[in-house]
């Protein structure tokens, strides 16, 4: 962006100050000085203009503030830009003031497609004033004032030509010597050499003049002159060129006719000159015929010059307006590559939205798969369950029925087997036989008993599988018939 411009004052040199250091770069980095609020946008009127080559839109007018709270921290605060402002990653709210400190990132916009960063991203720093200097980016009021200070020298150049002497040799002189530059051909240097060699005296007051006021001006229309064709170079090929091409082909064909009336008007000069030399006194009438010739000459020179000035301030006004219908026309692009951006944008967003149901869609049939199946699972576990409490049921039933001794209905504890085959508690059959010694079911009398290990060992293990209280039930009988048998 060019040199920073004159900002090192006598207090700053050898100091440390504030700034946003562009990343990945040693230049363009933004000055936060003391005091001041700094405003960043591409308008004309904030303190650093900021203009995309990318993407002219990525930047707003106004897009940010920063300034010192009463406490004297750096503060940032986004002014409603359409891209945002991040810090640290994280976008700011619109309107909101927030603090920042040294090593905080700072990006303005997005990055555009296909790109990791945006195109302008700060790293809050303090450095060394002599270390950031080289590096800052000139104010947008120092980019305005030269450009104006160019335009107005440019101006001055071309009113000098209507000055109130353009009448005399010493101002025609000038205005030709002015002229001549823009073209780029350098003056015969044997004319101005054998101008200054020659004693002031024989020399005639007009021409001796020349030489000074061609020294002292003719630097100054050359920037104007070619300022204006480079402009129209530089311009038509955004618009219809066809009346600037004429303009600047009168304007060139009259530079070269000044060019060879300013050649033939140096050549008389001499050619007066070394007649005043020869002769000194003698054939004046020759000496004045040659500055007749010399006067027409400047009057040549002076009426092209009025046209030149003429044409070229019409092909000024031709490309002011060529200027203003190229920026509307870079506007309406900018604006028409944003539209597209954003159609891109939102196409990309309802194309992921559409994956997003589809995906949405797969997971719910996933999804009631695998309730189909769990509740499948369920009711087979709870076949299951009805099967093996049947089982249960059926075992309780056998037990009832078929393991219960018909003395105590109790399971059997220490079953005994009659020589009549019917099965009793060893402890209720030795009770029974103390009043009867016939078996209680079929009354045949009782002859021999045997132990049983195969039922007791059967009851045992279909009761581990019952219920708690059945088993404490069990063992305190088990207890009690010990205890009444050793009493």
């Known amino acids: 962006m060019g040199e920073p411009g004159s900002l090192v004052t006598g207090d700053r040199a050898g100091g440390r100050s504030w700034c946003l250091r562009r990343v990945g770069m040693d230049a363009e980095w933004l000055l936060l000085e003391d005091g001041n609020e700094v405003t960043i946008g591409r308008g004309f009127g904030v303190t650093y203009q900021l203009v995309s080559k990318i993407c002219p839109l990525m930047i707003s007018r106004n897009h940010c503030v920063l300034k010192q709270n009463v406490e004297g921290q750096w503060t940032i605060m986004d002014n409603k830009s359409l891209n945002g402002v991040w810090l640290n990653r994280q976008r700011l709210e619109p309107l909101n003031v927030y603090s920042i400190h040294k090593g905080d990132h700072i990006q303005l916009g997005v990055p555009l497609e296909n790109k990791e960063n945006a195109e302008y991203e700060y790293e809050v720093t303090e450095e060394e004033w002599d270390r950031m200097y080289p590096c800052l980016a000139p104010k947008n009021d120092q980019m305005t004032g030269k450009n104006k200070g160019l335009r107005t020298k440019r101006k001055f150049s071309l009113d000098e030509l209507e000055g109130p002497g353009a009448e005399g040799p010493s101002n025609l002189k000038s205005k030709i010597s002015k002229v001549s530059c823009e073209s780029g051909q350098p003056v015969k240097s044997h004319g101005k050499g054998e101008v200054a060699s020659q004693p002031s005296e024989y020399l005639d007051p007009k021409l001796t003049s020349l030489e000074p006021s061609e020294k002292a001006t003719e630097v ?176 309780n039933d056998v037990l009832e029925n078929e393991l219960q001794c018909i003395i105590c209905s109790e399971y059997f504890i220490e079953a005994v087997t009659l020589n009549c085959a019917h099965s009793f508690c060893s402890y209720c059959i030795s009770e029974w036989m103390k009043r009867k010694v016939e078996c209680p079911i079929c009354r045949k009398d009782i002859k021999s008993q045997t132990h049983s290990l195969v039922l007791d060992n059967c009851i045992n293990k279909m009761v581990d599988n019952l219920s708690s209280e059945v088993k404490e039930r069990r063992i305190v009988l088990i207890r009690e018939r010990k205890a009444k048998r050793l009493s």
């Open 220 to 395: 100054h229309v050359y920037p104007g002159s070619t300022k204006v064709i480079e402009l129209h170079h530089k311009k038509q090929k955004a618009s219809n060129p066809s009346a600037s091409h004429s303009s600047l082909a009168l304007f060139r064909v009259t530079m070269s006719r000044i060019l060879k009336l300013k050649t033939q008007m140096q050549e008389k000069q001499v050619a007066v000159l070394n007649v005043k030399k020869q002769t000194q006194k003698g054939n004046s009438k020759k000496i004045v015929k040659m500055e007749q010739e010399l006067q027409d000459l400047q009057s040549q020179l002076c009426a092209e010059q009025a046209q030149q000035q003429a044409r070229v301030e019409q092909l000024e006004k031709t490309f002011q307006e060529e200027e203003q219908h190229l920026q509307d026309l870079e506007k309406e692009q900018g604006e028409e590559d944003l539209k597209q951006q954003l159609a891109q944008a939102l196409q990309e967003h309802r194309a992921l939205m559409e994956e997003l149901n589809r995906s949405k869609k797969d997971f719910e049939a996933i999804i009631q798969a695998k309730n189909k199946e769990l509740e499948q699972t369920k009711e087979e576990k709870e076949k299951v369950q009805a099967q093996k409490e049947e089982v249960l049921s059926h075992v």
